[in-house]
């Protein structure tokens, strides 16, 4: 079955950068685009971006553009986010979700568990 | 950017009860429009797909509808294990573009 399997809670100064990791089982790594939304604390969901791990494009929502980066390791089916500069307001829990189905770009149908990255002095 | 609202915020209903939550997109978006489920400390779960799809796996008193810039989405024998936030969410892809609504938070009465 699908899974994904995020890493660890991270605790960061403001300023620093956070990398989150989602190791992929179950199925083709570089079959699926992986989306990564984030929650801010008692907030809603909000897309931060995607990537096809089949030929490594992404694209990030206009606010995290030049501050966001996301990459895969196809050999270890894993695909990671790093986000740079990070503020108070980056205080969330971060999930990985895999497209339903190879066509359906924009549905996340499967989910990670989530990451909470917590930015405090 | 499209916006996405919702409406209610919240709400409180009996157990039995039909639920219905509306999602107004601020331009068309055909039928690109999911909804999912989110229960407290967990990772959302798709529900409903293209408007009116349902998941697999997921009960059939769930069930949406709608296209265009107006979407509904509906329960229609609310049960306890219901009890969750529901968020509707667009997709584009010329430019890629996801837009969640603000969420709906559902309690029994």
């Known amino acids: 079955q699908v899974q994904l399997v995020q890493s660890g809670a991270e605790v960061k100064k403001p300023g620093a950068s956070v990398k989150v990791s989602c190791r992929a089982s179950?199925?083709?790594?570089?079959?699926?685009?992986l989306h990564w939304v984030r929650q801010a604390p008692g907030q809603g969901l909000e897309w931060v971006g995607w990537?096809?791990?089949?030929?490594?494009?992404?694209n990030s929502a206009q606010k995290f553009k030049g501050r966001v980066t996301l990459t895969t390791d196809t050999s270890i089916s894993t695909a990671y986010m790093e986000l740079s500069r990070l503020t108070s307001d980056d205080t969330a829990v971060y999930y990985c979700?895999?497209?339903?189905?190879?066509?359906?770009?924009?549905?996340?149908?499967?989910w990670g568990q989530g990451t909470l990255v917590t930015v405090s002095s | 950017d499209i916006q996405m609202t919702q409406s209610p915020s919240s709400l409180s209903a009996s157990v039995g009860d039909r639920v219905t939550i509306t999602c107004q997109a601020s331009?068309?978006?055909?039928?690109?429009l999911n909804w999912y489920q989110q229960k407290p400390g967990k990772a959302p779960k798709l529900l409903i797909y293209?408007?009116?799809n349902l998941e697999a796996g997921v009960p059939s008193r769930f069930s949406g509808s709608g296209s265009g810039t107006h979407f509904t989405f509906t329960i229609r024998s609310l049960q306890p294990e219901d009890i969750a936030t529901y968020y509707c969410?667009?997709?584009?892809?010329?430019?890629?573009?996801?837009?969640f609504g603000p969420g709906t938070k559902v309690d029994i009465k």
């Open positions: 979700a895999r497209v339903k189905e190879l066509l359906y770009f924009g549905t996340m149908g499967y």
């Open positions: 179950g199925y083709t790594f570089t079959g699926y685009y």
């Open positions: 990537i096809n791990p089949n030929n490594g494009d992404t």
């Open positions: 331009q068309d978006i055909t039928n690109f």
């Open positions: 293209d408007a009116s």
């Open positions: 969410q667009q997709y584009d892809n010329n430019p890629p573009r996801f837009t």
